[in-house]
Structures are given as C-alpha cells and as structure tokens.
Antibody, heavy 125, light 107 residues
C-alpha cells in the first residue's frame, strides 16, 4: 500500500529557505509500470483552507502555482524514492501544514487521491 | 484564477439528517473537473468525489456529488457520526484551486 511521509524542519527563520522531503513507500517513484507518475505539495495555514503549491513528474518536469512568484522548487530523487520542496524567502505567511500528495487525473488536470499526514512548518525568528 | 465559494460556512445538523453542501465557481469548470474532500481535525484531507460525481475508492454511497458549469453540490443522504467534519471542493479544470470549506457540525 502506497504511503507518503513528510519530513523537514518545523521552524524556519524569515527570509530563509524552507526545505521538505516526502518519502514514498510501497511503490517505486520512478517505476514505469506504476500508476503514480506525478507527485505534489499542498499547504494549509493554521485554521484556513488549502493551497496547491506544485507538482513534479517522476522524470523531472515541474508545475507551479503562479502565486508562489517563482519562490518554489520541486524535484525528484529516484534513488531515495523521495521528492522534495524548497520555498525561498519565506515570511510568516508561509507558516502552514505542508502535505505531500499524489496527483491523479490527466496532466495539468489534477485532483489528489493520496495525502501524507502533513508537517507543520512555522516561520519565525 | 477560478475562485470557489462554498456555502454555507457552517451546517448544523443531527445524525440521520440529509446534508447538502454547495460549491459555486467564478467561471465555468472545464469538463466538470471538480473534487470534494473531507477533513477531520488533525488529519489530512481525504478524497471523496472527483469528476463532480465519481466516488473515490472507499467513499460510502451515502455521499453523492452533482453539478456542472459553475454550480456543484455534495449531498450526504443520512449523516453518520463520522461524517461531521470540514468539506472542501477543488476545481482542476484550470490549475488547481480550493474552496474555503464548509463545516458540518452536530446540532
């Protein structure tokens, strides 16, 4: 059974870079026979709604929410069966629970059928 | 960007009652690419419905979705105790955006 687990620092200082990793277990992130070709990130500020951040194809193509204004970078590490998110120049507005997710559907038309448990990242000095 | 507006903000009902949640889009959603999620406190969201009306694996048949264009709805035919939660709609016809959520609480 496919499982996603986020990891990374729970506290990041303003203007620094937030870095998170999602470890995939139960399937290979780059297995051509896998039904899971895309991987992604969604965040949820405390007490608020959900915001899609980015998706990444297992071969490396990336797709971002324009609202991030080019601060985000997602990548895949096939050897570690992981994918990652980096968000630069963070502010308090980036404080949120960050979820790694599995996007499904047609390319560019994604819903999300599998979620990690989420990890809270606070931006504060 | 397509903005999704969910109503009501909070729905107070008793177990066994019928719940109808609304999700209205600021412009037409391509191919009815609309999904619904359930989120309980301290948990990640769980996919219930995709394509406006297709149940995800494991979604009980008391959950049903319908709609097209700009108006969509999620109906829970008879509320079970485990259904009290926050529900989000998401459109994926033009990038991916979420509504602000509807809380279904016990009356």
């Amino acid at each position: 059974q496919l499982h996603l687990q986020e990891s990374g620092p729970g506290l990041v200082e303003p203007s620094e870079t937030l870095s998170l990793t999602c470890t995939v277990s139960g399937d290979s992130i780059s297995n051509p026979s896998s039904t899971s070709y895309y991987w992604g990130w969604i965040r949820q500020p405390p007490g608020r709604g959900l915001e899609w951040i980015a998706n990444v194809y297992y071969r490396g193509s990336t797709y971002y929410n324009p609202s991030l204004k080019s601060r985000g970078t997602v990548s895949v590490d096939t050897s570690g069966n992981q994918f990652s998110l980096k968000l630069s120049s963070v502010t308090a507005a980036d404080t949120a629970v960050y979820y790694c997710v599995r996007p499904r559907g047609q390319p560019h038309y994604w819903y999300f059928d599998l979620w990690g448990r989420g990890t809270l990242v606070s931006v504060s000095s | 960007e397509i903005v999704l507006t969910q109503s009501p903000g909070t729905l107070s009902l008793s177990p066994g009652e019928r719940a109808t949640l609304s999700c209205r889009a600021s412009q037409s959603v391509t191919n009815s690419y609309l999904a619904w999620y359930q989120q309980k406190p301290g948990q990640a969201p769980r996919l219930l419905i995709y394509g406006a009306s297709s149940r995800a694996t494991g979604t009980p048949d008391r959950f049903s979705g319908r709609g097209s264009g700009t108006d969509f709805s999620l109906t829970i035919s008879r509320l079970e105790p485990e259904d009290f939660a926050v529900y989000y709609c998401q459109q994926y016809g033009s990038s991916q955006t979420f509504g602000q959520g509807t809380k279904v609480e016990i009356k």
